[in-house]
C-alpha cells in the first residue's frame, strides 16, 4: 500500500463519517459503501465490493443508539478491505482484520465526543452574550476534531500495519485459515443479535420466529418476508382505531 | 416591514416567506449532529439549526441570549426525524415572539424533549431496525456477486427515504405547530413503532435463516453407517445452530454486555471452534 493510498482511504473515511456530523447522516460510512470505494482505491473493485458486502451482513444491526458507542464499522471496513487486498488475500481474511479495527475504532469516537464535551461550556459563555458567530466556531471545531479522530488513526493503521498483517498471514497454517473461515461466518450472527435487542418488544417477539420458519422451511427471500409481514401490519392498522390504548412500549429505543 | 426592522422582530405571515422558513429549517437540519458532544449529545446542532430564526425573532441582545441558551440544553433524537421538532420549535418561538407569555422556556423545552424521545423511537425502528437492514440484506447480496448496484442502490434508496422524511416533517412540524402533539397521539406513535417493530423481527428471522451459514462438520457411526450429525439437525429444524448462535448474542446484549466484547467474544468463539473442526 502506498502512502497516497493510505492517505486517500483514511480522508474518505473521515470523511464519510463527517457526512454524519454536517450531512444528516446518509449512512455512506457503511461498509457496503466504504467496501467498493476502497476497492476502487486500492485498484481491485471487485474485492472491495464483497468484502464491503460481507460486512454489511456483520454489521447489519450496528447502529448508534441513543449515544451508544457500537462497533466502529468504517474504519474496520476501510482497514479490512485495504489490508485484505494489499496482502493479496481473500474475504475471511478481511473479515477478521476488520474485527479488532472496528473494536479500536470505537475509541475514536468516544475520544471525539468525549473532547467536544469541554467545546459545550465555551458555548455556553458565548451564548450568554448572544454571539453566534463563536458558537459556530466552536461547532466547526468540533467538527474538525471528529474528523481527526478517524483520519488519523485510520492513516497509521493503514501505513503501519499492512506490512505486520502481511507477516502474520503468510505464516498461518491451514487450521487456521479454517479456523478464520468459521468465524468470518459466525460473526453475521452479533449483527442479527443486536438488532434483536433494538427491535425488543415482548409481544411481538415470535413474529421473529414465524420470520425465521419461513425463511428456514421454504425457499422465502428476505423480501418476501418482508413484504408478507408487511401487509398484515396494514391489515392490523386498519382495523385498529387510532384512539386505541396504547400497549406498554420498551423504552431501549428512545 | 417598518423602518426600524433591525430592531424589531419580525413575525412570518407571507405563505412564502413561511416556506422558505421551513426551507432552511429542513437544510440546516443537515448539520443536527455538528460538534456531538457526551455532555449534552446534539445540543450544539439543534442551536445552529435554530439559529437564524433566533437572531430574526431575538434583535434585542438580552433576548437573544436568553434564546440561544434556551436551545443549548440536552438534545438528542434520530437525526432523520430532526425536522417535525424543529418546525414546531420555531413555530412556537414565533409565538412567543409575538406575545405568547405562557412559551416559558420551560414550555418550549418540555415540547422539545416531548417530542425527540417518542420520535427517536420512531426513527430508530423504523430507518435503523426495519429499512436499513432489508436493504441491506438485498444489496449486500449484490455486492457479494460482484454487481456494483448493490451499494448504488443501497445509497439511492436510502437517500430517497431521508430527503422524504426532512421535507415533509419539517414543513408539517412548522406549519401544525403546538398541534403536532394532538396529531401524533401517543398511541399513533405507538402504532408505527409497532408496526416497524413487526416488519424488522420477521426480516431478522429470514435474516438468520438465509445469510448465516454456520454448520457443524461432525459425524459419527452408528454400525456400519456414519451419519452426518448437520444432516439429523436439518431434520429436526433447518439453520438451528444460526437460530442458536443469534439468540445467544442477544441474550448477552439483553444483560448489557457490550456489543464490542460480544464482537470480539464471537470472533474468538469462531476461531476456537473453526480450529477443532466442531464448527464449519
Given at each position: 500500500?502506498?502512502?497516497?493510498?493510505?492517505?486517500?482511504?483514511?480522508?474518505?473515511?473521515?470523511?464519510?463519517?463527517?457526512?454524519?456530523?454536517?450531512?444528516?447522516?446518509?449512512?455512506?460510512?457503511?461498509?457496503?459503501?466504504?467496501?467498493?470505494?476502497?476497492?476502487?482505491?486500492?485498484?481491485?473493485?471487485?474485492?472491495?465490493?464483497?468484502?464491503?458486502?460481507?460486512?454489511?451482513?456483520?454489521?447489519?444491526?450496528?447502529?448508534?443508539?441513543?449515544?451508544?458507542?457500537?462497533?466502529?464499522?468504517?474504519?474496520?471496513?476501510?482497514?479490512?478491505?485495504?489490508?485484505?487486498?494489499?496482502?493479496?488475500?481473500?474475504?475471511?481474511?478481511?473479515?477478521?482484520?476488520?474485527?479488532?479495527?472496528?473494536?479500536?475504532?470505537?475509541?475514536?469516537?468516544?475520544?471525539?465526543?468525549?473532547?467536544?464535551?469541554?467545546?459545550?461550556?465555551?458555548?455556553?459563555?458565548?451564548?450568554?452574550?448572544?454571539?453566534?458567530?463563536?458558537?459556530?466556531?466552536?461547532?466547526?471545531?468540533?467538527?474538525?476534531?471528529?474528523?481527526?479522530?478517524?483520519?488519523?488513526?485510520?492513516?497509521?493503521?493503514?501505513?503501519?500495519?499492512?506490512?505486520?498483517?502481511?507477516?502474520?498471514?503468510?505464516?498461518?497454517?491451514?487450521?487456521?485459515?479454517?479456523?478464520?473461515?468459521?468465524?468470518?461466518?459466525?460473526?453475521?450472527?452479533?449483527?442479527?443479535?443486536?438488532?434483536?435487542?433494538?427491535?425488543?418488544?415482548?409481544?411481538?417477539?415470535?413474529?421473529?420466529?414465524?420470520?425465521?420458519?419461513?425463511?428456514?422451511?421454504?425457499?422465502?427471500?428476505?423480501?418476501?418476508?418482508?413484504?408478507?409481514?408487511?401487509?398484515?401490519?396494514?391489515?392490523?392498522?386498519?382495523?385498529?382505531?387510532?384512539?386505541?390504548?396504547?400497549?406498554?412500549?420498551?423504552?431501549?429505543?428512545? | 416591514?417598518?423602518?426600524?426592522?433591525?430592531?424589531?422582530?419580525?413575525?412570518?405571515?407571507?405563505?412564502?416567506?413561511?416556506?422558505?422558513?421551513?426551507?432552511?429549517?429542513?437544510?440546516?437540519?443537515?448539520?443536527?449532529?455538528?460538534?456531538?458532544?457526551?455532555?449534552?449529545?446534539?445540543?450544539?446542532?439543534?442551536?445552529?439549526?435554530?439559529?437564524?430564526?433566533?437572531?430574526?425573532?431575538?434583535?434585542?441582545?438580552?433576548?437573544?441570549?436568553?434564546?440561544?441558551?434556551?436551545?443549548?440544553?440536552?438534545?438528542?433524537?434520530?437525526?432523520?426525524?430532526?425536522?417535525?421538532?424543529?418546525?414546531?420549535?420555531?413555530?412556537?418561538?414565533?409565538?412567543?415572539?409575538?406575545?405568547?407569555?405562557?412559551?416559558?422556556?420551560?414550555?418550549?423545552?418540555?415540547?422539545?424533549?416531548?417530542?425527540?424521545?417518542?420520535?427517536?423511537?420512531?426513527?430508530?425502528?423504523?430507518?435503523?431496525?426495519?429499512?436499513?437492514?432489508?436493504?441491506?440484506?438485498?444489496?449486500?447480496?449484490?455486492?457479494?456477486?460482484?454487481?456494483?448496484?448493490?451499494?448504488?442502490?443501497?445509497?439511492?434508496?436510502?437517500?430517497?427515504?431521508?430527503?422524504?422524511?426532512?421535507?415533509?416533517?419539517?414543513?408539517?412540524?412548522?406549519?401544525?405547530?403546538?398541534?403536532?402533539?394532538e396529531k401524533l397521539s401517543p398511541a399513533?406513535?405507538?402504532?408505527?413503532?409497532?408496526?416497524?417493530?413487526?416488519v424488522g423481527l420477521a426480516v431478522t428471522?429470514?435474516?438468520?435463516?438465509?445469510?448465516?451459514?454456520?454448520t457443524t462438520p461432525w459425524s459419527y457411526?452408528?454400525?456400519?453407517?456414519?451419519?452426518?450429525?448437520?444432516?439429523?439437525?436439518?431434520?429436526?429444524?433447518?439453520?438451528?445452530?444460526?437460530?442458536?448462535?443469534?439468540?445467544?448474542?442477544?441474550?448477552?446484549?439483553?444483560?448489557?454486555?457490550?456489543?464490542?466484547?460480544?464482537?470480539?467474544?464471537?470472533?474468538?468463539?469462531?476461531?476456537?471452534?473453526?480450529?477443532?473442526?466442531?464448527?464449519?
Amino acid at each position: 500500500m502506498t502512502l497516497w493510498q493510505a492517505f486517500l482511504i483514511a480522508l474518505v473515511v473521515a470523511l464519510a463519517y463527517l457526512a454524519r456530523r454536517i450531512l444528516g447522516d446518509p449512512q455512506i460510512e457503511r461498509p457496503i459503501i466504504l467496501g467498493p470505494v476502497v476497492g476502487l482505491i486500492m485498484g481491485d473493485l471487485e474485492t472491495g465490493l464483497i468484502v464491503g458486502g460481507s460486512l454489511e451482513l456483520i454489521f447489519i444491526g450496528a447502529a448508534t443508539f441513543g449515544g451508544t458507542a457500537p462497533p466502529n464499522v468504517a474504519i474496520g471496513a476501510a482497514v479490512g478491505t485495504a489490508l485484505s487486498i494489499s496482502a493479496g488475500q481473500g474475504v475471511e481474511t478481511a473479515l477478521v482484520a476488520a474485527v479488532p479495527a472496528a473494536v479500536l475504532g470505537t475509541f475514536c469516537e468516544l475520544f471525539a465526543k468525549t473532547v467536544c464535551s469541554f467545546l459545550v461550556h465555551r458555548a455556553d459563555a458565548a451564548a450568554a452574550q448572544a454571539r453566534g458567530r463563536t458558537i459556530t466556531g466552536i461547532i466547526w471545531i468540533g467538527n474538525a476534531i471528529h474528523f481527526l479522530a478517524y483520519f488519523v488513526p485510520t492513516f497509521l493503521v493503514l501505513q503501519f500495519g499492512a506490512n505486520a498483517l502481511e507477516g502474520v498471514l503468510s505464516a498461518l497454517s491451514d487450521d487456521v485459515q479454517n479456523a478464520l473461515n468459521t468465524s468470518a461466518a459466525l460473526l453475521p450472527a452479533v449483527g442479527f443479535g443486536i438488532l434483536l435487542s433494538v427491535l425488543y418488544n415482548k409481544a411481538l417477539f415470535p413474529l421473529f420466529f414465524a420470520g425465521f420458519a419461513l425463511a428456514a422451511f421454504t425457499d422465502f427471500t428476505v423480501i418476501g418476508v418482508a413484504v408478507i409481514a408487511t401487509a398484515i401490519v396494514i391489515v392490523i392498522m386498519r382495523n385498529r382505531t387510532p384512539q386505541a390504548p396504547s400497549t406498554p412500549q420498551s423504552s431501549a429505543l428512545l | 416591514m417598518t423602518e426600524n426592522a433591525s430592531t424589531a422582530t419580525e413575525v412570518l405571515e407571507r405563505p412564502d416567506e413561511q416556506s422558505r422558513e421551513i426551507r432552511r429549517l429542513t437544510v440546516r437540519g443537515l448539520l443536527l449532529q455538528g460538534g456531538f458532544n457526551y455532555e449534552r449529545f446534539q445540543n450544539l446542532g439543534f442551536w445552529w439549526v435554530m439559529r437564524p430564526t433566533l437572531d430574526r425573532l431575538y434583535p434585542d441582545p438580552v433576548d437573544r441570549a436568553a434564546a440561544y441558551q434556551r436551545h443549548l440544553v440536552y438534545f438528542n433524537t434520530n437525526p432523520w426525524v430532526v425536522g417535525p421538532i424543529a418546525g414546531v420549535t420555531a413555530s412556537m418561538e414565533e409565538q412567543r415572539a409575538k406575545g405568547a407569555t405562557e412559551l416559558n422556556d420551560e414550555a418550549i423545552n418540555s415540547v422539545k424533549v416531548g417530542l425527540m424521545a417518542p420520535l427517536a423511537g420512531i426513527g430508530d425502528s423504523l430507518i435503523f431496525g426495519t429499512i436499513r437492514p432489508i436493504l441491506a440484506a438485498v444489496c449486500a447480496g449484490m455486492a457479494i456477486d460482484g454487481n456494483i448496484a448493490g451499494p448504488i442502490i443501497f445509497f439511492l434508496v436510502l437517500l430517497a427515504v431521508q430527503v422524504l422524511m426532512r421535507i415533509g416533517g419539517t414543513a408539517s412540524g412548522y406549519r401544525t405547530g403546538m398541534q403536532f402533539f394532538e396529531k401524533l397521539s401517543p398511541a399513533q406513535i405507538d402504532q408505527i413503532k409497532q408496526g416497524a417493530t413487526i416488519v424488522g423481527l420477521a426480516v431478522t428471522g429470514a435474516l438468520v435463516a438465509t445469510l448465516l451459514d454456520v454448520t457443524t462438520p461432525w459425524s459419527y457411526t452408528s454400525g456400519e453407517q456414519t451419519i452426518a450429525l448437520q444432516d439429523q439437525l436439518d431434520l429436526v429444524l433447518p439453520a438451528l445452530l444460526p437460530l442458536i448462535a443469534t439468540l445467544g448474542v442477544y441474550v448477552l446484549i439483553r444483560r448489557r454486555v457490550s456489543p464490542v466484547w460480544v464482537l470480539l467474544g464471537t470472533l474468538v468463539v469462531g476461531l476456537v471452534l473453526g480450529y477443532f473442526g466442531i464448527l464449519a
